[in-house]
């Protein structure tokens, strides 16, 4: 399973827009990039799935470049509620051994 | 929606008990999880199961071991409690096929004194 590397933190304000990169130089020509955030005491929650490109859903888009070798998640317009970890993971329907990176804590300033 | 049912949100147990910790998911899916949380070191996968009766070992399964004899439950058991083993357990489950994200349940918060 390809290993990510994000930033340990990140720190933005109300209203700005947040791009948080993701490292997977290893990716496979079958992996998927998914997006989960997790909130204190919750379990982690899908937020955005991507092959290659763009793809954009009514929280998140998820920008790939061609290579595939990062992927960043971009909020736009955070809110205070938007302050959680985020979590990039790559792998495909057949990587039954699912690993967690160590996720980016995003904390949102009024 | 998919729903991953944890039995416990938290759960208090004494050293040297055995615990079970249950996990039930309600949309057929093959594959189920169990991770535990601590602050500073993300999830860490405990065991995974990608079939009845089918398990595989995860990165830390020491003092753990996990029963799958249905495919919605996949249970968690801990032979002998110890403190160190104190943490947030969470459960996920997985349908497989591309594009398939995890869906997780909320969460044990498991306190051993």
């Known amino acids: 399973l390809a290993k990510t590397t994000q930033p340990i933190s990140m720190d933005s304000y109300e209203g700005q827009e947040v791009n948080i990169t993701c490292s997977h130089n290893n990716i496979a020509t079958n992996d998927y990039i998914t997006w989960y955030q997790q909130f204190p005491s919750q379990g982690p929650r899908f937020i955005i799935q991507?092959?290659?490109t763009k793809v954009t859903n009514e929280v998140a888009s998820l920008f790939i470049p061609a290579d595939r070798k990062s992927s960043t998640l971009s909020l736009p317009r955070v809110s205070l509620s938007d302050t959680a970890v985020y979590y990039c993971?790559?792998?495909?329907?057949?990587?039954?051994?699912?690993?967690f990176g160590s996720g980016t804590r995003l904390s949102i300033r009024p | 929606d998919v729903k991953v049912t944890q039995s416990s949100r938290y759960l208090v147990k004494r050293t040297g008990e055995k615990v079970f910790l249950e996990c039930v998911q309600d949309?057929?899916?093959?594959?189920m999880f169990w991770y535990r949380q601590d602050p500073g070191l993300g999830l860490r996968l405990i065991y995974f199961?990608?079939?009845?009766?089918?398990?595989e070992k995860g990165d830390i399964p020491e003092g753990y071991s996990v029963s799958r004899e249905k495919k919605e439950r996949f249970s968690l058991i801990l032979e002998s409690a110890s403190t160190n083993q104190t943490s947030m357990y969470l459960c996920?489950?997985?349908?497989?096929?591309?594009?398939?994200?995890?869906?997780f349940g909320n969460g044990t918060r498991l306190t051993v004194t």
């Open positions: 991507g092959y290659k």
């Open positions: 199961s990608y079939d009845v009766k089918m398990k």
């Open positions: 993971l790559v792998g495909n329907s057949s990587a039954s051994k699912i690993i």
């Open positions: 996920a489950s997985f349908p497989g096929g591309s594009g398939s994200p995890l869906h």
């Open positions: 949309m057929d899916h093959e594959n």
